[in-house]
């Protein structure tokens, strides 16, 4: 799942990516209003972070534009001011959730969760495939109930599968959601992916369908 970073304060948004990125997810960032409003509206996220203090084009605007065109993917807002107008005018303009600067980094975390899986509609979100379990909550994998420790480059690309079980994936769609923007995209890197992750696994679920890509079998298939 990618999770675009709206953040002009190059420390403040190097620390969200790095937490973003350590829990999992695939963190993009730009520090400009014009730019982010063109990557919100034209990529893929399944979250995104806005600071409302932004050059060229304030986030309260990059929202409501992003509102008007009809882009549902939730957002979180960052402010250091914090006041109770800025609250409500964000709320207003279709923010999701709100938090004032300062916060910790598992406060941010734990919402963005919480987010998504309101988006999801996940009521239960445990996926249990075989003998593999995806706790997507505690971002957990675990196999006949004993956890796999997998990195986070490994763990997305489980949950990208899981959530897509039935279904072929090419290579090509697994590095667009699993790399960011500017990562260099190498096929070979998903084949050794997908090697690594079998191996810790040491399960069948995923199966390489030649020319075409990967798929996971729908539950109870």
């Not at 990516?17 to 893929?44: K, L």
């Not at 916060?103 to 075989?130: H, Y």
């Not at 290579?171 to 667009?176: D, F, I, T, Y």
């Amino acid at each position: 799942m990618r999770v675009l970073i709206v953040e002009d304060e190059q420390r403040i948004a190097t620390d969200i990516r790095d937490a973003i990125n350590g829990s999992g997810y695939v963190a993009e960032v730009v520090s400009d209003g014009e730019e982010a409003w063109f990557r919100g509206s034209t990529g893929n996220y399944s979250a995104i972070i806005l600071d409302l203090g932004l050059p060229k084009l304030d986030g309260l605007t990059i929202l409501k534009r992003w509102r008007h065109e009809g882009l549902a993917t939730p957002v979180i807002i960052l402010t250091a001011r914090g006041t109770w107008a800025e609250r409500v005018d964000g709320i207003d303009a279709g923010a999701d959730d709100y938090l004032p600067k300062p916060f910790r980094m598992e406060e941010l975390i734990a919402r963005i969760r919480a987010l998504l899986r309101r988006s999801s509609g996940q009521v239960q979100p445990i996926i249990t495939i075989d003998s593999v379990t995806l706790d997507p909550r505690t971002q957990q994998v675990s196999v006949n109930s004993i956890p796999v420790n997998l990195t986070p480059l490994e763990y997305r690309l489980i949950s990208y599968l899981f959530h897509n079980r039935g279904r072929i994936v090419s290579q090509a769609e697994l590095s667009e959601a699993l790399y960011s923007h500017d990562s260099e995209r190498d096929s070979n890197a998903i084949e050794a992916l997908v090697g690594r992750l079998r191996r810790k696994i040491k399960a069948g679920v995923i199966e390489t369908r030649r020319g075409f890509g990967y798929v996971v079998a729908a539950e109870g298939a």
